[in-house]
């Protein structure tokens, strides 16, 4: 029986596709029974117009999710599984509900609307989750380092969930793009995945090698240094008083949590498989549009792509009139071809020169990545976010959102295939 899956904030649909395949595979352990995708900024959801022509006959919802929550809760079905990117915003518990709901943060913060689904849920709130954020949620906010995940943790600990973290570069596993992200596996109180975190005793054990994400994604021996700390207590509270004073955040790139005690190290990666470039993500240049290539005007005039690409060191004026020294250095340009590429944000669509947007040489001449190749950096089927209404400067605002599709897909076979051979010993015990 396939595990059923819950998608928030779903986007162009990364978790989807990660899990069950696009096409779904037959075979697929994965069955996303509800999703929903909104963004509160935008008048035209353009992220949930390819959700629903890509899944046409999904269980799809394209409404705000705190809305939903509060009149339609009936309509989130029960669920095995819930997933979700959700954005990195300040997770600063705000009030105490009166009227014994528990806790809540600031409106618009979706973090809480995770939390409101697994309350409301009781008994029936999903066994596991699968959530994904920039790796800066561990550090977050600057003033109070750790306080963000410290709450995150804490809820989900008052919630009977043991959590286990990673910060994922796709690119050290691999994958043919630079990018940093947070995955975090939660799994309920009455699972045998959970039972074996309790039954490990050096917490260490499960992050090296014995945990779910150690299994997909390996490391080498873990750092000696090991820090261990507890988040147990009243939500409030931690929010206002975890890790105050301190510079650094007790949180390192890999972690467990259960019964409110945390173990969080450092760990390096140990891949030793085939690695994906920026190069072999490329189609053939006669497949570029001609409106993607640097004109030499573009490249050379006084704000163009070789002055925004190189380094400078130059007196800049406020609007103010403060006059200031400014300095950076040079980024390589044109991208190598031989590596996985930098990292894919938001901004990269467009023809405006731009520090931070790929330029890659092809047969001699400078050129901006196409959609495809955007989303090929994301490991997402060719062309999946064509569709008449939708720009190439809104496609690649898509993947400059997304996931890369590959660390969903290989955390979820772990998952899964862990499940399994629990659900096996059962059978022959």
């Known amino acids: 029986m396939p595990i059923r899956v819950v998608e928030l904030f779903a986007g162009v649909g990364g978790f989807r596709i990660g899990l069950e395949g696009y096409p779904k595979r037959k075979d697929a352990s994965y069955d996303v029974v509800w999703s929903n995708q909104w963004e509160p900024s935008t008048k035209t959801q353009h992220a949930n117009m390819v959700y629903e022509n890509r899944w046409p006959d999904a269980n799809h919802c394209g409404e705000n999710i705190e809305d939903v929550i509060e009149n339609k809760f009936d309509e989130i079905p029960n669920h095995d599984l819930l997933v979700g990117g959700f954005p990195c915003q300040d997770y600063s518990v705000a009030t105490t509900l009166k009227n014994s709901k528990g806790l809540i943060g600031k409106k618009g913060v979706l973090w809480w609307s995770i939390e409101a689904i697994l309350r409301r849920k009781g008994n029936d709130r999903p066994r596991y989750l699968m959530l994904e954020n920039v790796d800066r949620l561990l550090k977050s906010p600057s003033k109070q380092r ?7 943790l804490a809820s989900l600990n008052n919630l009977g969930y043991a959590v286990e973290w990673r910060v994922i570069n796709a690119a050290e596993y691999g994958m043919p793009q630079r990018r940093r992200r947070i995955f975090f596996l939660a799994y309920r109180n009455d699972t045998n995945v ?7 005793q050096n917490k260490e054990d499960w992050l090296d090698s014995d945990g779910i994400i150690a299994s997909a994604f390996p490391v080498r021996e873990i750092n000696e240094k090991i820090n261990r700390g507890n988040i147990e207590g009243d939500l409030v509270n931690i929010s206002e008083e975890f890790n105050k004073g301190e510079k650094n955040s007790p949180f390192e790139n890999c972690g467990v949590m259960i019964n409110g005690e945390y173990t969080t190290v450092k760990v390096k990666p140990d891949y030793h498989g085939i690695n994906k470039t920026l190069g072999s993500v490329l189609i053939n240049f006669n497949e570029v549009p001609n409106d993607f290539f640097i004109t030499e005007e573009d490249i050379n005039k006084p704000k163009g792509w070789k002055y925004l690409k190189g380094s ?6 406020t609007k103010d009139g403060f006059k200031y020294n400014y300095t950076e250095g040079s980024m390589i340009f044109p991208d190598a071809l031989d590596n996985a590429s930098r990292t894919i944000i938001t901004g990269e669509g467009g023809k405006s020169p731009s520090r931070f947007k790929h330029v890659v040489e092809q047969n001699g001449r400078l050129r901006r990545l196409t959609p495809k190749e955007l989303e090929r950096l994301n490991m997402f089927p060719d062309n999946h976010t064509e569709l008449n209404g939708i720009s190439d400067t809104k496609r690649a605002f898509f993947m400059g959102n997304a996931l890369v599709v590959g660390i969903v897909k290989k955390l979820g076979e772990e998952l899964s295939e862990r499940i399994d051979a629990i659900i096996k010993e059962e059978q022959f015990a």
């Open 194 to 200: 959970y039972n074996q975190i309790l039954e490990t």
């Open 146 to 152: 750790g306080r963000d995940f410290a709450v995150m």
């Open 312 to 317: 400078k060191s130059e007196v800049r004026e």
